[in-house]
């Protein structure tokens, strides 16, 4: 099958998904394209919120429906270089802005696993293309959740990794102390391949870790034995959990682990409830500033004009938080509080390799329920925002379903620890 009938496939087994917002009928991103490497043959979608040269960088929202990328983002350059095929760029929530799949200026993608729920978000595209079969492996963001969410919701395996071992040039950032770029598919093995793919070093992103190439193959060192692994589990997960069918799903997957040899530790993470407020007392102030370039002026729309109501919210928040005599109440407290879970994080982990628990406390809603408080719906990420507050690599990979929607087992690593999270992730998957 050729390119064009390739694209034309997708599309066609598209619609009902709405996963896609641009499909590559022009061959634009096979420019620079590599005829071999590791990835030759796959199929790879990527976030719109991420450059293509040539293609609309829209973040899903009408500010930029017009814009194309003028180059290439380092992860767009990386699967190139390995003979990845580009497909196109996939739905998410506007500007990265939600948890839910629904908020894209180009209408909600379906969940291919549960029809009429949402599928997580806010790379809710590249997660039900992977879902559905359409594409091998997605590119997705994280900035609190936004991979391991909707790989959960979609029974996918999905990872952020360190902060600032792939390179975010080229991704226009939601909260950049928080932004991670990361793979989503199937098999724990092709997550780990994109992996090699694209961490390394980039002199073009400031906060760019300085990891060699020679120390991002992750493929190659996969290892999935669990036995003599001590993983940690934290009284406060069930706590929090509010469906009874995750927790007994997570249970399950607990003494899966500890039938294979793995040890399971008690810890405690007692501000882990903290997490939210403080990681979106942080993203309201990063959003803000990082839209203050979207004035209509260079490219695009006024933001502000343009935008729909959770990324207003964010916005007006952010701009009210900002202001001198409010910082200090809010702003400077959700730091010190951020401090804390980084520590809180770290003291945990101190004895064990990985922590392990649930992705999300809740199943998905269906698609178009009105849910007029948005902290009901920002706590899906309970459980992923302490993991970007505190830097650190995580994933999620299917642990069952629960009345026939997927959910994840969430795997926490020390910083670096990137290669230990996809271990435990990839030996737990072989159990299933």
Known sequence: MDTREIISDIRENDKNLNS???????????????SGGVLAGRRIAVKSNMCVEGLPATCASKTLENYIAPYDAAVVEAVKRNGGLIVGLANMDEFACGASGETSYFGPTQNPRAPGFIPGGSSSGSAAAVSAGLVDIALGSDTGGSIRNPASHCGVAGFKPTYGLVSRYGLIDMAMSLDQIG?????????????????????????????????CQFSKNLNPELKG?????????????????????????VDNLSSAGAEIVDISLPN??????????????????????????RYGLRIEDACGEEVLRRILLGS?????????????KALQARSVIRNELSFAMKDVDVIIGPTVPKLPHKIGTRID??????????????????????????????????????VIGKPLGDQTVLDVMHGFQLLG
Not at 20 to 34: H, P, Q, S, V, Y
Not at 272 to 292: C, D, G, I, M, W
Not at 320 to 332: A, F, H, P, V
Not at 374 to 402: E, H, K, Q, R, W
């Open 20 to 34: 896609f917002i641009i499909l590559d009928t022009e061959g634009l991103a096979g420019k620079n394209r590599a």
């Open 320 to 332: 009210y938080i900002s202001q001198k005599e409010y910082s200090g109440r809010y702003y400077r």
């Open 373 to 410: 408080d948005p902290m009901v719906m920002y706590a899906y990420d309970i459980f992923t925002t302490p993991v970007n507050l505190a830097g650190l690599p995580a994933g999620s990979v299917p642990a069952g379903t629960v009345d026939g929607i997927p959910t994840g087992l969430q």
């Open 183 to 215: 793979p989503l598919a199937k098999d724990v093995r092709d997550v780990a391949l994109m992996m090699d793919v694209i961490a390394g070093h980039d002199h073009r992103d400031g906060v760019s870790l300085p990891v060699g190439k020679q120390d």
């Open 229 to 253: 692994r001590r993983l940690g589990y934290a009284q406060e997960f069930d706590r929090l959990i509010a469906d009874g069918g995750i927790r007994k799903t997570i249970h399950n997957a």
């Open 272 to 297: 882990l409830e903290k997490s939210l407020p403080t990681y979106y007392l942080n993203v309201y102030v990063e959003f803000y500033s990082a839209t203050r370039k979207f004035d209509g002026r």
